[in-house]
């Protein structure tokens, strides 16, 4: 397995190849589908966004309650395919990769090339597991969505499969 920095996906998306496994460390942000559609809806309306998306990588998860002494509740992905409508724009804006489970639409597949990005897929249902890779967690927008207010997440070496790369690789068609 290939270990990576959040700081290098950019980079990165010129080399991996669908299907390569890797340690994912570095800042993500959490977002689900209420998250996505007010981030658009600030773009659409020429406002600031909460974080910078430029060269960013958005974690599809809504992690549950923390539970004294630890950083994060269980934070396991959610299905992509509910974030295909809003993708391509954030994409546009700079975002580089994104993580969740499940297979992206072509509108979502043609963007990611045509901007350079990568979508990985986390495994699903391993929520628990996944939350022990988070060393630090803050709340940075849409706090009134609870879970699923967008957060800034510190991981470590987040066991992640490239599913959809930045040339038109697609595990999902092998």
Avoid: W
């Amino acid at each position: 397995m290939l270990r990576i920095s959040a700081r290098e996906l950019r980079q990165a998306a010129e080399t991996l190849r669908a299907g390569e496994r890797v340690l994912l460390s570095g800042a993500v942000y959490t977002a689900r589908d209420a998250a996505h559609k007010r981030l658009l809806a600030l773009l659409t309306h020429g406002e600031p966004l909460p974080f910078g998306l430029q060269d960013a990588c958005i974690y599809y998860a809504g992690p549950t309650p923390t539970r004294p002494g630890q950083v994060i509740g269980s934070c396991g992905p959610t299905t992509s395919g509910r974030m295909d409508p809003y993708t391509p724009r954030l994409l546009e804006e700079g975002l580089c990769a994104m993580i969740g489970k499940g297979e992206r639409d072509e509108a979502v597949r043609a963007a990611i090339r045509q901007y350079g990005a990568l979508y990985f897929c986390a495994i699903g249902g391993a929520g628990a597991l996944a939350a022990q890779c988070v060393t630090a967690c803050e709340e940075v927008a849409f706090r009134d969505l609870g879970c699923e207010s967008v957060k800034r997440l510190e991981i470590r070496e987040l066991p992640l499969v490239l599913a959809v790369d930045a040339v038109g690789g697609n595990l999902f068609e092998r």
